[in-house]
């Protein structure tokens, strides 16, 4: 028994607030630059830092991205033809 209580972790605010506390209440995503900065209010589920709207924009699959490329190309391509 003593030796449970040696190898049991010691319990301190920072520890009880990373294993059992959500890191943030709303997105951490910016909008505007220098000192005109706000965050997103949106909130974000338990371990994320970013609102789901936020997070469909920074995590792309890789089906999106080509596809994504391949309109952007086609795009460019119309520009050209157009000047």
């Known amino acids: 028994m003593d030796r449970d209580k040696k190898l ?12 059992n506390k959500q890191a943030f209440s709303h997105c951490q995503w910016l909008y505007g630059e220098g000192s005109n900065r706000e965050f997103c209010v949106n909130p974000v589920e338990p371990g994320k830092v970013w609102c ?25 391509k119309v520009q050209d033809i157009g000047e």
């Not at 049991?8 to 294993?19: F, G, I, Y």
Request: charged share 35%; proline share 3%.
């Open 52 to 76: 789901r709207k936020h997070m469909e924009i920074v995590y792309v699959s890789a089906f999106q991205r080509q596809k994504n490329e391949k309109r952007l190309e086609s795009l460019s």
């Open 8 to 19: 049991a972790r010691p319990q301190n605010d920072a520890t009880e607030l990373a294993e």
